[in-house]
């Protein structure tokens, strides 16, 4: 049976297939996990279908007829600068209950154009009183970030550095074959990738990699993956996502690794929240959307919440601020459960005996 780090992203379908030549490259005598047979052939499907065709018969997303939105939020939201502050203190001031922990690691996963780049620099936006570009970000089909980068999150001018670091790497499929490969993912997420790794699919991440980490410590490893998936896209994505989404779910979990789910441009596919984002938990339409959204990923809605990144914007908004620092709040409340499951465990206080 081949050896799973071969297995790759293609681009047609998000799911992961055979590499070839890797077998040389990694031994197979020390496979990084093992799939039945019958799970990777179901895994190694592949489009025949040319781009140019691609792109004739990719789907748009068109507005839904208008629904009467809900009387009452399906969450509870407070929209003031009051809120606004309470949480970017409650952010700027987190640090990990593990006294070995100084940061949380947040490593965003999700399909090329999916927001993750435009989200961390949505959320260090928040933090300077400005809109911000912090991470470099590209067009919905081809992916810009090609590297594992670690932006850390600083608090607003004069204040410490947050305790997050959000970590973007290349997007999950794109016109071309982006490296990504399994193995890697999970490599960055045990720690070993070094910081600024450029994914290439006959290149994995191995002992013999420039800067790879043999022993990580916890400040090296991943506390929390964010699942990042566009709404406006949901209906539309390659039915073969799913499969890739749940085989990386089970890995990351396999690590005792929580994880979330950000929906990114609610604002495309609700004419009221694009308006006024205040009436997303009132929005049948993105009530609807979270749903499927959950349905892809193979997750409950308790762990996704809905984003609207800065894009097009120069100014800030508050509301849309108190929207995207509940979401940072979300994610941290789950690294942190990292931190508290693998606190070192501590027979009791030492004793002096005097000698």
């Known amino acids: 049976m081949p050896n799973l780090t071969e297995a790759k992203i293609r681009p047609a379908s998000f799911s992961f297939a055979w590499a070839k030549g890797v077998e040389d490259q990694v031994p197979a005598a020390k496979p990084a996990f093992a799939i039945a047979e019958d799970v990777i052939s179901r895994l190694t499907l592949c489009s025949n279908v040319s781009s140019t065709e691609k792109e004739k018969n990719t789907p748009t997303y068109t507005f839904p007829a208008p ?3 809900l ?3 399906w969450r509870e939201m407070e929209w003031t600068e009051e809120q606004k502050a309470s949480l970017m203190k409650t952010v700027s001031s987190y640090r990990p209950s593990c006294h070995e922990g100084t940061q949380a690691r947040v490593l965003l ?6 927001g993750k780049s435009s989200f961390i620099s949505s959320v260090q936006s928040v933090f300077n009183g400005r809109v ?9 089909s081809i992916s810009f970030t090609k590297k594992l980068q670690s932006f850390n999150i ?8 947050t305790g997050l670091v ?3 790497i290349v997007g999950l499929g794109g016109g071309e074959m982006t490296g990504l490969t399994l193995h890697d993912i999970l490599s960055v997420i045990k720690g ?3 910081e600024g790794h450029k994914f290439s699919p006959d290149q994995p991440v191995r002992s013999e990699t420039v800067g790879y980490v043999k022993k990580p410590g916890l400040k090296d490893k991943i506390h929390c993956v964010a699942f990042v998936v566009d709404a406006s896209k949901i209906l539309t994505y390659p039915k073969g996502l799913s499969t890739t989404f749940r085989l990386l779910r089970k890995h990351i979990s396999d690590l005792d690794i929580h994880q979330v789910a950000l929906l990114t441009q609610i604002d495309q596919i609700c004419p ?9 938990y009132k929005s049948r339409i993105i009530r609807d959307m979270m749903n499927k959204a959950g349905d892809l990923l193979g997750m409950s809605t308790s762990y996704i919440v809905p984003v609207k990144n800065y894009s097009s914007e120069l100014d800030l908004n508050v509301n849309n601020d108190v929207l995207l620092l509940r979401a940072v709040d979300h994610i941290l409340q789950y690294a942190d459960l990292y931190f508290q499951d693998n606190a070192p465990q501590h027979t009791g206080p030492k004793i002096n005996l005097g000698v």
Do not use: F, I, W, Y
């Open 71 to 73: 009387e009452s939020q």
């Open 154 to 161: 600083h608090g607003q001018k004069g204040e410490d550095p």
């Open 272 to 280: 009221e929240t694009a308006k006024d984002v205040t009436r997303v």
């Open 67 to 69: 629904q009467p939105k």
């Open 109 to 114: 996963l999700g399909p090329v154009g999916s």
């Open 192 to 194: 070993h990738a070094p």
């Open 166 to 168: 959000l970590c973007d």
């Open 132 to 140: 911000t570009n912090r991470a470099m970000v590209g067009t919905s």
